[in-house]
């Protein structure tokens, strides 16, 4: 540390609370130096040649001179390999037991003394030297996974017998796809959503304010990859939660003498299993697979897909309701309020501020007369402060992170010294998940997970926990190396769980800054706090494409930034972008400008206004979109290839996206412009504010004023959308001639836990006029819904 950091720790955090973090920095340092001892000498290990193989079910196993690989092909075409004697569990991504293995699929004889496995959907090969090939039933390349190495501690003779140096092996991964492959996902990543030539760190971390395009790694890091190429699309998940690296370099066609140099990525992880999951198809497949194996996307309540205002810094009760009043007022609709740490008392989790909050259950009472719920902040870390009921509970119940000598961890957050629950173990979840019931007593209808990386303030350093901290993991046991990065995923799972207990009939409200695969289980994420300027507009739909590839399909990011005083013209063009995406939230930190649309001028106010009226207008869609991810995987918001993810062009279109089948739309990106070129997908496409007809695939450049921005419905599509007086109305928007099209509507059964059913319909033209009919078991009826037919 130097006296700059020094400094900007006491400015950032207070003069005490920057002390603080510099004191809880040099004790961690001391705490990891004595917990983790050198690594010391390493051997490097590879699997050498193949010696015998064993059948079984889907697969079998494959024995190297030094090592053994597992191999499974599950019934739907998923693979599982795995190194050393790992297996699919335990894990944190996935939802339960591994699927079943196909039973058609086995393990046999291949040419120079290799092995493969013949299934319906995908053939795997394994060569004499360990590598891993997946092809295509008609035998095209999908992935070649080479032969792993490996680095081992070497015992070291002067420590007594058995002894090791710390740690486990680290290992390395490189694999190649095809010459043309595009890769996307790693979790929320800035700089996406095609991910370039570059390396990209698997670790959670909070970057200490704003971040843009060219930061990495964000909050919430993965080790998925969404690979698409003209032999087909895949998903690879290497399901390790060390801390790691990817480096990825996309291939070139006819490079060096006309040959092919294919795509790499190259896996380099610090400890833990070498095991690997594959899921390939179309990209609507292969979602529907990773959904199969990591859990169904959790449900969101229906008032969380309006519009929700947050702010850090509110202050108090009154100026809660002003804002609350300034909507009202105006005219425009209003779903949530959230309350950051500024209501809590001396920043406690789970308090109250009573001064500023004199009453806030009738407060949210209040509110929630007007249609307008309250949302909560929480964060993990609790103050330690013997007299803290919160801190006193965690202690009996034995809940918070310790060092390796049995030690409470201790770290800096906003109410200065804090502890860690330990959400790896199960009582401690059950523990943690029980003090919401504090936060439903306060009347609020949802949470929000934030600080939970997990965050430590240091001035230098990482600003998480001790990487010796000792945690729980379902009972083996082990370090913070191993849970850093589960750790947001398992207090999301506690908060989950805690809510559905307590108030089993409501579907919980829950999104979380951090998280790791499976996080959709039991809620969404935003961007964290994205900073305010054109690259962090850009950056907030790069993060939402690339969490929904990997498997998070409810996301937003903080509209108009995070920190900062945004422009008119950027807030109103973030504003525009937000209402077209799941989680359409405002919010800013304490010191930053204000972010209601009427701060910014009448012309912006009547601008956002229109915004605001088209995303209730579509409700019904965005509640049809919400069923959908629940029930397939599908993200809402999706990459314009991602019905043609042959069109090499479109797998290069990063700045507009596909809102569920029927909807395509072109955000105002770049600061001044007023026109802008778009991208369409084969198939015909209407303008929505012009009724003007394009065909794709192809470019075209449409207007784009400050009022809005190019939305395009695909012809013959069926939306449903909001009539007067709430009523449910399809809007179809004419197909081709001699072209059929459809949509599918699933009706709003409310917030509980009612089943929902899928209701299809078909579009055609028919004389000149569009006929719409209800697609059922025994044929075609009538619709029996009010049509409003566009594009004719």
Same mark, same amino acid.
């Given at each position: ?656 996206? #596909? +809102?569920?089948?029927? $909807?395509?739309?072109? &955000? %105002? !990106?770049? *600061? ?5 070129? =778009? /991208? ?20 075209? #450049? +449409?207007?784009?004023? $400050?009022?809005?921005? &190019? %939305? !395009?419905? *695909? ?5 449903? =959308? /909001? ?20 949509? #599918? ?48």
């Amino acid at each position: 540390m130097n006296g700059r950091e020094l400094v900007r720790s006491i400015k950032v955090f207070g003069s005490a609370q920057g002390l603080r973090a510099v004191r809880s920095a040099w004790r961690r340092r001391r705490t990891d130096a004595w917990g983790l001892p050198p690594r010391g000498a390493e051997r490097a290990r590879v699997p050498g040649l193949a010696v015998e193989a064993e059948a079984a079910p889907g697969g079998g196993t494959v024995r190297f001179a030094r090592s053994s690989l597992r191999i499974c092909v599950s019934s739907g075409g998923t693979v599982f390999w795995a190194w050393d004697g790992a297996g699919p569990l335990p894990s944190y991504a996935l939802a339960g037991e591994a699927p079943d293995a196909d039973p058609r699929a086995s393990l046999e004889p291949d040419t120079d003394g290799g092995w493969r496995i013949v299934s319906e959907r995908v053939t795997v090969t394994v060569s004499r030297h360990g590598a891993v090939e997946l092809r295509t039933p008609g035998g095209v390349l999908l992935r070649r996974d080479l032969p792993p190495r490996w680095w081992e501690p070497i015992a070291d003779p002067d420590a007594g017998s058995g002894a090791v140096a710390a740690g486990t092996a680290r290992w390395v991964q490189r694999s190649e796809v095809p010459a043309d492959a595009r890769f996307f996902g790693l979790g929320g990543r800035s700089a996406g959503p095609r991910l370039r030539d570059g390396s990209y760190r698997l670790w959670n971390t909070d970057p200490k304010g704003g971040f843009g395009p060219g930061d990495d790694p964000l909050y919430l890091t993965m080790p998925v990859q969404f690979v698409v190429s003209d032999a087909g699309t895949h998903l690879a998940f290497h399901d390790n939660s060390w801390d790691g690296r990817v480096t990825l370099a996309e291939g070139e066609e006819g490079a060096g003498s006309g040959h092919d140099r294919p795509g790499t990525s190259e896996v380099r992880m610090t400890g833990g299993p070498l095991r690997c999951w594959v899921v390939v198809g179309t990209p609507a497949r292969v979602l529907h697979g990773w959904a199969a194996l990591t859990g169904a996307p959790a449900l969101p309540p229906s008032w969380a897909l309006g519009p929700q205002h947050a702010r850090w810094g509110f202050g108090s009760a009154r100026e809660v309701r002003r804002v609350v009043a300034g909507y009202r007022e105006r005219g425009l609709p209003l779903s949530a309020v959230h309350l950051d740490i500024d209501h809590y008392d001396g920043h406690r989790v789970f308090t109250v501020d009573r001064e500023r909050f004199p009453d806030l259950p009738g407060l949210a009472e209040e509110l929630r007369e007007q249609g307008v719920r309250l949302v909560s902040i929480v964060d993990p870390a609790v103050k330690a402060e013997p007299g803290d009921p919160v801190y006193d509970g965690g202690s009996a119940a034995d809940a918070f992170v310790k060092d390796a000598r049995g030690q409470e961890v201790r770290g800096v957050v906003w109410p200065g010294e804090c502890a860690y629950p330990d959400f790896t173990d199960p009582a401690v979840r059950e523990w943690w998940g029980g003090l919401y019931e504090e936060r439903l007593r306060q009347g609020f209808a949802g949470v929000w997970h934030d600080m939970n990386e997990p965050v430590s303030f240091v001035p230098f350093g990482d600003p998480t926990l001790p990487r010796s901290a000792r945690h729980v993991l379902e009972g083996a046991g082990g370090d913070h190396r191993e849970a850093h990065n589960v750790y947001g995923l398992a207090m999301a799972r506690a908060g989950y769980e805690g809510l559905r207990r307590l108030r089993p009939d409501e579907r919980p409200f829950l999104f979380s800054r951090s998280g790791w695969a499976g996080m959709q289980r039991y809620g969404g994420t935003w961007s964290g706090d994205v900073s305010t300027g054109w690259p962090g507009l850009r950056a907030s739909l790069s993060l939402v494409l690339g969490l929904g590839l990997c498997g998070v399909p409810y996301s937003g990011p903080d509209v108009g930034g995070f920190d900062g005083s945004p422009s008119p013209e950027l807030f109103l063009r973030w504003y525009q972008l937000g209402a077209w995406l799941p989680l359409f939230r405002t919010h800013a930190a304490i010191d930053a400008g204000r972010r209601e649309p009427w701060e910014f001028g009448p012309e912006v106010l009547e601008h956002a206004r229109v915004a605001l009226a088209e995303r209730e207008r579509l409700r019904p869609y965005f509640t049809t979109l919400a069923r959908l991810a629940r029930m397939t995987g599908a993200p809402y918001v999706r990459p314009v290839w991602w019905g043609t993810p042959e069109d090499r062009a479109l797998r290069d279109c990063e700045d507009a996206f #596909l +809102l569920g089948d029927a $909807l395509l739309v072109a &955000p %105002v !990106l770049t *600061r001044g412009a007023d026109r802008r070129a =778009v /991208r369409l997908p084969r198939g015909r496409w209407y303008d929505t504010a012009t009724g003007r007809a394009y065909e794709g695939p192809g470019q075209v #450049l +449409l207007d784009a004023p $400050l009022s809005r921005v &190019p %939305v !395009l419905a *695909r012809a013959g599509a069926v939306l449903p =959308v /909001r009539g007067e007086g709430d009523e449910l109305v399809l809007e179809v928007w004419a197909p081709a001639a001699g072209r059929t099209g459809g949509g #599918l509507v699933v009706r709003d059964t409310g917030d509980g836990w009612e089943p929902a059913t899928i209701e299809r319909y078909q579009s055609r033209l028919v004389d000149g006029r569009v006929v719409v009919e209800r697609v059922t078991d025994d044929g075609m009826e009538e619709v029996g819904l009010p049509v409003r037919v566009r594009g004719l």
